[in-house]
């Protein structure tokens, strides 16, 4: 994300704040974090994450970024609900309670955040677009459609931001267990133009 200490960031999928409290520590406690989530029982581990750490720079809130207004943003990060496909060494029920319908469903609910947070970058902004999983589906497949229908959009390389072995050749970071020995997962930064 490459949080600076003025900016004014959005996490809009936070609980349960790990990810929002270290773009604080990065902030120095400075800038302006608006981490929320549109899940009651999610809500309070993230309200809890944040009072624990006294972080200072966070505002929390119980919003679904695809049905209600936010502020406008520098940075936004989805860490969007996704399949879990990447996780499974650690969450082993998953190969059995997965099914292509729930990813296709996971599919549907991610475009409708992404197009939703879009709206609400500044120009020259940045969305950090990030799953655990290695399905095409939850992944490239939103992203090259996101960009189609979105072309003031780009790409900003990952190569930059995490180590090469991790990037694949179109730019975004994707970990594969079996190829990379650590969890799966994929993130992908959109620059506003």
């Keep these: 994300m490459d949080p600076q200490k003025n900016d004014n960031i959005l996490d809009a999928c936070a609980a349960p704040g790990g ?12 800038g302006n974090i ?25 505002e929390t809130g119980i919003l679904d970024i695809t049905e209600d207004t936010v502020p406008m943003s520098d940075k936004i990060l989805l860490d969007v609900p996704c399949s879990g ?3 499974m060494s650690k969450r082993a029920d998953i190969r059995w309670r997965r099914s292509i319908e729930d990813i296709l469903e996971m599919h549907l609910l991610q475009r409708k955040i992404l197009w939703a947070a879009s709206k609400y970058v500044k120009p020259g902004g940045t969305i950090i677009y ?8 939850e992944n490239w497949m939103v992203i090259d459609a996101y960009l189609k229908s979105h072309p003031s959009y780009s790409i900003e390389n990952a190569k ?25 997962g994929y993130a992908v930064r959109l620059k506003k133009g």
Excluded: W
């Design 34 to 58: 608006i981490a929320l989530d549109a899940d009651k029982d999610r809500f309070n581990r993230l309200n809890n994450t944040i009072n624990r750490l006294k972080l200072i720079n966070v």
């Design 85 to 87: 496909t990447g996780v």
């Design 160 to 184: 930059d931001y995490v180590p090469e072995e991790y990037v694949d050749n179109k730019g975004a970071m994707f970990t594969y267990p079996p190829e990379h020995q650590i969890d799966g």
């Design 19 to 30: 990810k929002t409290s270290y773009i604080a520590e990065l902030m120095k406690n400075c």
């Design 130 to 137: 990030s799953t655990c999983s290695v399905e095409p589906e």
